[in-house]
């Protein structure tokens, strides 16, 4: 039987949109690359305001590498509840949190929802230092989550790096399978018309 709205939040349905946690291992001083090792904190939680210059930042970085279609504050404002970001938890020498701290946000990943039963993919980035330590990955099981909560059965994603998102359980598409509506954004492109990225989809 279908759950009503109410039903599913109640049954703790609105969860994905609580914070989780990870840990990644990092340099002890990764302004220094020394080997030693250490432990720390990842928040995964929805975007707020006070992430908006940080995403800025983050997604100018790849796009000047032209890895990425740069995105604008106000695009970034417009979209902010599209946004999940990973935040290094930020504490002092005895392990507590340090209040009114800028967020230290190391990655992100938006979900935006496109037509009737499909999403995108899209601004998924990860601080270079930060890579290769499944902040990725766990990024974008967050947003599946999400699309599957809102009973969305299709993702899809335009990706530099197809063999990343198959570990997710992605697969190749021909871009053609894809609605006229999502290229709406892509007139910006300095590459459009000849999009070099490849198409992904994952059916939920």
């Given amino acids: 039987m279908y759950k009503t709205g109410r039903q599913r ?3 703790g349905g609105a969860a994905i949109f609580y914070p989780t946690e990870i840990e990644i ?17 990842t928040i995964l939680r929805k975007a707020l305001m006070c992430d908006v210059k940080p995403l800025y930042d983050l997604f100018s970085e790849y796009s000047k590498a032209g890895e990425m279609l740069p995105r604008s504050m106000s ?3 417009e979209h902010l509840r599209d946004f999940y970001i990973a935040e290094i938890e930020n504490e002092d020498e005895e392990g ?29 980035a990860v601080k270079r230092p930060y890579t290769r330590k499944l902040i990725g990955t766990e990024l974008i099981k967050k947003c599946i989550q999400e699309a599957k909560f809102f009973k969305i059965t299709s993702i899809f994603a335009l990706t530099y790096k197809p063999q990343f998102f198959q570990k997710s359980g992605f697969k190749i598409i021909d871009k053609s399978e894809l609605p ?3 290229w ?10 000849d999009c070099d990225e ?7």
């Fill in 96 to 124: 507590h949190n340090i209040s009114g701290h800028v967020p230290d946000v190391i990655g992100a990943c938006a979900l935006t929802i496109v037509w009737e039963n499909l999403a995108e993919i899209r601004s998924l």
């Fill in 25 to 41: 291992e990092v340099e002890e001083n990764i302004k220094t690359l020394k080997n030693e090792m250490k432990v720390v904190k």
């Fill in 198 to 204: 490849t198409a992904v989809m994952l059916e939920l």
């Fill in 180 to 182: 006229h509506k999502i």
């Fill in 75 to 77: 695009d970034i404002y």
């Fill in 184 to 193: 709406s954004d892509c007139i910006n492109c300095v590459k459009f018309p």
């Fill in 9 to 11: 939040y109640e049954k």
